[in-house]
């Protein structure tokens, strides 16, 4: 089945450095991928999704780019603010509209100035 | 833009009692919900996904015995929690899809607690 592997429960950053998630894959199918973040006591929100025909992606500073040699779809950003400290969520959701995207288990990025 | 609202925010309810939590989306037609639960030390679980004029699709470990799902329309839906229990704590959330964008969008949370 579907399954989405963030490898990085944590990652602790200095303001001014750059971003990097690590968000890798596994899929029967040529699936969607997304980047949602999740700010304390407030809702997911969809920061970045794969687009069909290799557009990368880019919100809010951050982009990321899907390899399909790789499995890969990892999160990144030139330079971190104090404001990007959140829950980063990888999911990944099958072309088949019938299902709901399957999350990774989540990193945490807090960033220190 | 895409609004999606869920109520209560926070419940709490005790051993063996049953919590029922809303989801509205607002602006835009779900097609379909996702629920899913988000526990602590652990990713967001997918429990069911529901697909108006559709079956309720469950998943592995959700039953829907256990967390039965209305969606009479494209604008609301809403999930029960029956004979909670401990391991039923945690955050709520559901997802509402916008067909025309293929993307789920989250509201906050119901986050149960139980005594």
């Known amino acids: 089945g579907d399954s989405v592997t963030q490898t990085e429960g944590l990652v602790t950053l200095t303001e001014g450095l750059p971003v990097m998630l690590n968000c890798t894959y596994q899929?029967?199918?040529?699936?969607?991928l997304f980047w949602y973040v999740q700010h304390l006591n407030e809702a997911p929100k969809l920061l970045l999704k794969?687009?069909?025909?290799?557009k990368r992606p880019e919100h809010q500073g951050f982009h990321a780019t899907l390899h399909k040699s790789s499995s890969s779809f990892h999160l990144q950003k030139s330079s971190a603010q104090l404001s990007d400290s959140a829950l980063y969520y990888c999911?990944?959701?099958?072309?088949?509209?019938?299902?709901?995207?399957?999350f990774g288990a989540g990193t945490k990025l807090s960033v220190k100035p | 833009g895409a609004l999606v609202y869920q109520y209560p925010r926070r419940t709490i309810c005790k051993s063996g009692t049953s919590m029922r939590m809303e989801c509205q989306a607002v602006?835009?037609?779900?097609?379909?919900v996702a629920w899913y639960r988000q526990s602590p030390q652990k990713t967001f679980e997918l429990i069911a996904l529901?697909?108006?004029?559709?079956?309720?699709?469950?998943e592995q470990n959700f039953t829907q015995e256990k967390f039965p799902i209305s969606h009479p329309n494209l604008s609301f839906s809403s999930m029960t929690v029956l004979n909670a229990y401990l391991e039923d704590r945690g955050l709520y959330l559901c997802?509402?899809?916008?067909?025309?964008?293929?993307?789920?969008?989250f509201g906050a949370g119901t986050r149960l607690s139980v005594l």
């Open positions: 529901s697909t108006v004029n559709s079956a309720i699709k469950y």
């Open positions: 602006g835009f037609q779900a097609t379909s």
């Open positions: 794969s687009f069909t025909d290799n």
């Open positions: 997802g509402a899809n916008r067909a025309s964008q293929n993307t789920l969008y």
């Open positions: 999911a990944l959701r099958s072309p088949n509209n019938n299902n709901a995207p399957r």
């Open positions: 899929s029967t199918y040529s699936p969607f």
